[in-house]
């Protein structure tokens, strides 16, 4: 094999009596070429899938997954090779009803209808009907109602889908996938808005689902995940396939090897210290009050990297957007630079030297059809030109500087960022908080659905920012934004409730963050 390609194939499992099972591979892919123009996405890509198996499918952003999975799910069909489903050939792409019998795919952007109820969306386009021909609701309801129960999905079918949280809407996907007959379901970064304690509950029925026979193909940036959850784990990287190997023999550090190229960076090690006791503090919140929040109160320095921690629901957030004014407090004080910006501003937060990246950058960290030199500059319009007017020429110089600052993929700054793979548009999100020089960086999930390479780049670079004086606040969950932290706060339940030092080990921050006394 070439490319340092690689396949570690198991010994075959055992059934209870002990044979080997014959039984053919749920799914398998051989040969896959698939070209868009001069690009080849896929370049003899190939994986075998076990029935009853959860298998991870990981490699950063253009390593060829999607393209596989617009490939498994018949949305393309290949320039070559061979996809066949326990060991028939695959139907025609333009048979729909034969692919969703053999599988289906739970996107990351979810496909629910929020204006039709649960019954609605589980039987949409296949209602019942009565003897007038019109819809019979009540056979609906009852046929909703008997698929949910069957699956353990504890939702009302009469309960609109728009109501239902993120979890309850995959759990919904899943169980109308189910539904259709397919009993092979790829779940694509299924994680990626959930907390903590719905990723276990998540992880439960995934095991709940294996024992009754359905198989996974599982997406996943966090590697974690991975070793959690996954069974088999096959590696894509340049459109081509690198390894396949079962979880518990594949080191994590060989993992992220194959996926990138190159080891991945520790960031446990110390840090080079560039903190300044007698600099004004980056930010300063006194007892500070709100919604999800009670008497929060914490300083960071001139460049010092803090971590805000904590699941979905602790008002980590929730703090984080009260800073940068995306959110007001109903008491307290925010301090950043030793301005006090006016509460619920962002411009006087931005004002004041803040820089910000958003949890959402699909909904609140770019315009997706503008380009990203307009994106890139939104923040400092005072920059391209006087009294209000823009100089495209000085637009398009930042905007060059940003995108070399930030090695954003791209032929040029008119491009729209829709245009650019996850890990770029996350980087102009980055390259506009960066774009003023601001005393404080306020990031909520920075690296939330990119791939490794791009991770490790943001997070280096905003340690670069930090080794410049700047201070930097990181409100996430994924403990690999929080490692390079020089601290971490930790909240539950709307309270600040311990401060950790870096070097914690992951079980420590974890038990902190679900509120549990590992010493008690």
Request: glycine share 10%; with cysteine.
């Amino acid at each position: 094999m070439s490319d340092g390609e690689r396949t570690v194939s198991p010994a075959p499992a055992p059934v209870d009596d002990g044979r080997v099972p014959s039984d053919p591979p749920v799914v398998e892919a051989t040969g896959i070429v698939k070209r868009f123009g001069p690009t080849v996405a896929l370049n003899g890509a190939r994986m075998t899938i076990r029935p009853g198996e959860t298998h991870a499918l990981v490699g950063r952003n253009g390593a060829g997954k999607s393209t596989l999975v617009s490939v498994l799910t018949g949305l393309q069909a290949p320039d070559e090779g061979t996809v066949t489903f326990g060991g028939e050939p695959a139907p025609r792409v333009t048979d729909r009803d034969a692919w969703r019998r053999r599988v289906a795919c739970v996107y990351q952007k979810s496909t629910i209808i929020p204006t039709l109820t649960v019954a609605e969306n589980l039987f949409l386009n296949r209602h019942d009907h009565g003897r007038s021909r019109l819809i019979s609701w009540q056979a609906t309801r009852r046929r909703a109602q008997d698929v949910l129960s069957t699956w353990a999905v504890d939702v009302d079918p009469q309960a609109p889908a728009g109501d239902l949280s993120v979890e309850q809407r995959q759990f919904v996907e899943i169980a109308r996938a189910l539904s259709f007959g397919a009993r092979f379901i790829i779940l694509d970064e299924p994680t990626a808005q959930l907390d903590a304690a719905a990723i276990n509950r998540l992880f439960d029925r995934i095991r709940d689902l294996q024992r009754q026979g359905v198989t996974f193909l599982f997406i996943s940036h966090h590697l974690q995940e991975i070793y959690e959850i996954c069974d088999m784990v096959t590696v894509f990287r340049d459109a081509r396939h690198i390894v396949t190997a079962p979880v518990a023999e594949l080191p994590r550090a060989d993992l992220v090897a194959a996926m990138t190229g190159e080891a991945a960076a520790d960031r446990r090690g110390e840090r080079a210290g560039t903190l300044d006791p007698g600099a004004t503090a980056a930010l300063s919140v006194s007892a500070l009050r709100g919604d999800a929040y009670h008497d929060v109160s914490f300083r960071i320095g001139a460049g010092e990297i803090v971590g805000l921690a904590g699941a979905a629901g602790s008002g980590r957030t929730e703090v984080a957007e009260t800073v940068v004014g995306l959110r007001t407090a109903t008491a307290g004080e925010v301090e950043i630079a030793g301005h006090r910006p006016r509460p619920g501003s962002v411009p006087a937060a931005l004002a004041a030297g803040a820089g910000f990246v958003p949890q959402d950058r699909h909904h609140q960290g770019f315009v997706p059809d503008m380009s990203i030199a307009d994106n890139a500059t939104l923040s400092v319009p005072r920059r391209l030109g006087p009294n209000g007017f823009l100089s495209r020429g000085r637009r398009d110089r930042i905007a060059r500087s940003l995108i070399e600052n930030l090695a954003i993929k791209t032929p040029g700054p008119e491009l729209p960022v829709s245009a650019l793979s996850g890990g770029n548009q996350q980087k102009v999100v980055m390259a506009r908080a960066l774009a003023d020089d601001p005393r404080l960086l306020v990031l909520i999930n920075p690296t939330a659905g990119v791939d490794v390479r791009s991770k490790e780049f943001l997070l280096g670079k905003v340690q670069e920012t930090a080794e410049t004086g700047t201070g930097v606040l990181i409100a996430s969950d994924e403990l690999d934004d929080l490692r390079m932290c020089d601290r971490v706060l930790v909240m539950f339940q709307g309270r600040v409730t311990s401060e950790i030092a870096r070097g914690w080990h992951d079980h420590d921050l974890v038990a902190a963050m679900e509120g549990v006394d590992l010493h008690a």
